[in-house]
C-alpha cells in the first residue's frame, strides 16, 4: 500500500535515461560497453594523490560557495588564455558538481513559470527535464542533416516574448558536430537585442579533431555577456565518477546562481578542489586531450573501415555516429537492443535525443575506450551484415 496516496508528479513522463538502461543492459549481457560516454581507463594517479594530499593537508570542511580561490584563479587564468576573455575571478565563476549540476543552477535560477528555453535537439538528456521542473517549456529546434548542422531561420521562427534562454552544445553531444567560427558570430547576430540568456555547454571544450576548432560563447563579446558557459572536469580528467565542474557568467548573473547554489548544495568536494587547482598548473594536462582522443576516434574508425557502418568521422566529442541503414530497416532503438543481446555490444540509439524521435538510423558509440576494448567493438561489429 502506498504511504502517501496524491503524490502529483513534476515530471510524470519522465523515464530512466537511456544511459542507464544501456549500461545495465550492457553489464547483464557482459557486453562491450561503448554505450554511455564514460573512459574505461583511470585518471592520472598524481591527481588521486593530490585529493589524498589534501584530505590529508586537512582540507576536509566546506569550501567557500563559489569553489576555493586557487581553482577559481587557475579556472579563469585558463579561460583568458584560450579565448581571450578575462572573468573576474571572485564574481564571475562557481565550481559546481559537475556540468549537471551547473546547467541546473542556470535553468533553476532564470527559469520562471511560462517561460521558454529554445533547445536543440538532439540534445543531451538533462535539459528538458530541467526546464519542466523549473515550469519552463522547452522549444524544440532539431539540427539538421547528415552534420546535424544550426538552422538559424529555425530558431529565429521559435523567439518569442517569451524566449528567456537558449541552449546550446559544442562540440556536441551525440553529433560530434562541432559549431564553427561563422555558426557563433551568426548566433551573436541572432540574439542582438534580445533578452534572452545562452546556457552553452562546452564540456567537450578540449576535444576536437582535424581542422575543427572550438569556439566557446566566451570568445565572443555580444555571447558572453549573456552566456552562462558549463565546463566538465569529468570529460577533461577522466574522472566522470568525482562530478567535478564549474560555469562562468557575468556577474549580474552569477549573482542569482549563487542563490540556488547556497541552498542547493551550498559547495562542493573541498580536497578534489585542491588537487584540480594544483593540475590545472600544467596546462599540457588539459591542452593534449584533443591529439588523445584523435587517436583514438582513428583507430575506432580505422578498425571498422570495412564493416557495413557507415561513419562520418566526428569533429569533436567522444563520440562517433555509426549509420546502419545498409544493414537493417529496424528502429534504431530495437537494434541497439538486439546488438546488445546478440552480438555483444553496447550503443545508443540517436532518436531518443531528436526532436519527435526521429529516427535516422544512426547509432552512438563511445570511443573514449582501451585500444583493446576499441579492436573487440570492431571485431563485433565486422559480424554485422
Ligand atoms: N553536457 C553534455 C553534453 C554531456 O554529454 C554531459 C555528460 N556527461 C554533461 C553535460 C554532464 O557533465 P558532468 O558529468 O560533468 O555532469
Ligand atoms: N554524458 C554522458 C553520455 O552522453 C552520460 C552522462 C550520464 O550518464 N548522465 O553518454
Known amino acids: 500500500m502506498a504511504t502517501v496516496s496524491n503524490i502529483s508528479s513534476k515530471l510524470p513522463k519522465h523515464e530512466t535515461s537511456i544511459f542507464s538502461v544501456m549500461s545495465k543492459m550492457a553489464y547483464e549481457h557482459d557486453a562491450v560497453n561503448l554505450s554511455q560516454g564514460y573512459p574505461n581507463f583511470d585518471t592520472d594517479k598524481r ?7 589534501a584530505m590529508l593537508d586537512g582540507y576536509n570542511q566546506y569550501a567557500p560557495l563559489a569553489g576555493i580561490a586557487l581553482l577559481r584563479e587557475q579556472i579563469v587564468n585558463k579561460i583568458e588564455s584560450l579565448h581571450g576573455k578575462k572573468y573576474d575571478k571572485k564574481t564571475e565563476i562557481t565550481v559546481t558538481n559537475g556540468a549537471t549540476q551547473a546547467l541546473y543552477l542556470a535553468i533553476t535560477a532564470f ?4 517561460d521558454e528555453v529554445i533547445v536543440l535537439k538532439p540534445a543531451y538528456d538533462s535539459y528538458e527535464p530541467a526546464i519542466k521542473l523549473n515550469g ?5 529546434v532539431q539540427l539538421e542533416g547528415e552534420e546535424y548542422k544550426l538552422n538559424f531561420d529555425s530558431i529565429k521562427q521559435k523567439i518569442s516574448s517569451k524566449t528567456r ?5 559544442t562540440p556536441h553531444n551525440p553529433s560530434g558536430n562541432v559549431f564553427s567560427n561563422a555558426e557563433m558570430l551568426q548566433l ?10 545562452l546556457l552553452s555547454d562546452e564540456v567537450y571544450e578540449h576535444i576536437t579533431f582535424d581542422e575543427a576548432k572550438h569556439h566557446s560563447a566566451s570568445a565572443f563579446p555580444n555571447l558572453s555577456k549573456r552566456a552562462i558557459i558549463c565546463a566538465s572536469f569529468g570529460k577533461t580528467f577522466h574522472n566522470t565518477g568525482w562530478k567535478m565542474g564549474y560555469c562562468v557568467a557575468p556577474e ?7 542563490k540556488v547554489m547556497e541552498v542547493n548544495v551550498f559547495c562542493v568536494h573541498h580536497p578534489t578542489q585542491r588537487a584540480f587547482a594544483k593540475y590545472l598548473e600544467t596546462p599540457k594536462h588539459y591542452l593534449e586531450l584533443g591529439e588523445f582522443y584523435q587517436e583514438k576516434r582513428d583507430t575506432f574508425l580505422n578498425l571498422i573501415k570495412d564493416t557495413a557502418f557507415k561513419a562520418i568521422p566526428s569533429k569533436g566529442t567522444y563520440f562517433q555516429l555509426l549509420d546502419y541503414s ?3 530497416n529496424e528502429s534504431d532503438v530495437e537494434f541497439s537492443r538486439k546488438l546488445i543481446k546478440e552480438f555483444g555490444i553496447a550503443s545508443i540509439p540517436v532518436s531518443v535525443f531528436n526532436k519527435d524521435q526521429v529516427d535516422y538510423r544512426q547509432l552512438r558509440f563511445c570511443f573514449a575506450k582501451t585500444n583493446e576494448t576499441l579492436e573487440k567493438a ?3 561489429l565486422k559480424k554485422i551484415k
Open 252 to 258: 549580474e548573473l552569477m549573482a542569482e546562481i549563487w
Open 47 to 53: 591527481l588521486k594523490e593530490l585529493v589524498y594530499e
Open 378 to 380: 570492431a571485431e563485433i
Open 136 to 140: 519552463g517549456i522547452p522549444v524544440l
Open 188 to 197: 551573436e547576430k541572432l540574439l542582438e537585442g534580445t533578452d534572452i540568456i
Open 326 to 328: 545498409e544493414i537493417s
Open 165 to 169: 534562454m537558449l541552449i546550446i552544445n
Open 111 to 114: 527559469v520562471n513559470p511560462g
